[in-house]
């Protein structure tokens, strides 16, 4: 296990977003004894007047955090950096603000942590991770490590650019961990040292229950209903089957696939829990549809519960076809039947698992896989081999293996080819 080190983790996304890997890591890195500063997303684009209340937001978390030195500290040893900096890929002078007057007040700050020669662990591939990482390592550094989980060149328009900065940091990477074979075999050319890295399932946080009509009975320290029955009361009072998505509600997500399936099936419950991160057209008028919003993560495996049949209706696209959706394994660990859309790696799981139903991002198919997925056997054992899979991701195994693989990059006994090392997607 890395332990006793000082990391500086340029995160994709902000530490208050949708739980995802990088918020586990952090928080696991954190828990063995290293110090996180935790920088938020600065972006793989300029904002335009779709991101303004993004950017609001993000100056009012910086001005928030002058009095403490621009960082609030949100776990034990987890400090998290809301940086105001240039948008990435501009123009010259832009870089130049960022390198010579931005980007030094952010390492200025990591000193006053006390962070010295900082392990860099970065989810971003732009220009500006570029030159902090330059900056970084005139300053002492304790490795880099680059997990890339999105190709970004599906989400800028700079997309010459993006390459160029994210070729660099691959090449210079210690370690390079990826959430697909594809993106791993991307980057075998420059960097050898390269492994398939699937976000997991925190095990914990989607406990497993043995009888379908009982669950985690939690308090929540204020006399109020214990957080399962927030859940219950919702959609207890729903008509079933219950079709449940849980996820943000972005771009990627095909609302329109969802609502014409709701259309055709309006004696079926549509439940989408996650935050709303885009357009949804007339999916919200629907009388059978119905959206919660963003729940804390704690509450989330409650509403997976209740649901009957639990769903992944992404679009197909260049972007989706290296995603792989964590939720699967958290439906898969509360012992739920899962359809999704066939994207790549969701069908290369379900090739070596014969777990879940794929099938086309096409309402009359999808309707026929959840009808089939609702004529499965519910007992125990068909319930529990799914979260016999679930397991094979835990987080705390694919942790400890990362770990031991960057531990072996930095004594220089970590390089092997991204093809020899498919497995570790595979735990």
Known sequence: MITGRDIIYISSIEWSFLWQGHQEIALRLAANGNRVLYVENTGVRSPGLQDAGRVL???????????????REVAPNIHVCSPVVMPPFGPRWRRKANRRLFLPLLLRTAAKLGIRDPLVWTYLPNDTTVELIRLQRRRGSGGLVYYCVADFTQLTPHVEQLEESENEIVATSDVVFTNCIELARKFEPLNPNAHVFPFGVNLDAFPYEHSPRSGPVRSNGHGKLPLESKAAAFIGQLPKPVIGYMGGMHRHVDFGLIREMAIKRPDWSWVCVGALQAALGD?????????????????LVDYVRLFDVCIVPYVNSAYTATVVPTKINEYLAVGKPVVSTALPPVCD????????????????????????????????ETRLRRRRVAELGDWGARFSEMCRLIEDSMDGDGARSASKMVAGARR
Do not use: C, Y
């Not at 999916?283 to 509450?299: C, K």
């Open 57 to 71: 937001h993000r100056l009012k978390r910086w001005a928030g955090t002058l009095w403490s030195q621009g960082v």
């Open 283 to 299: 999916l919200d008028g629907l009388p059978n549809v119905h959206l919660t919003g963003e729940r804390p993560h704690n509450e």
């Open 349 to 380: 799981f379900n090739n070596e698992h014969r777990i879940l139903i794929t099938t086309a991002a096409e309402p009359e198919s999808f309707l026929r896989a959840i009808a089939q997925a609702l004529a499965m056997p519910r007992d125990e």
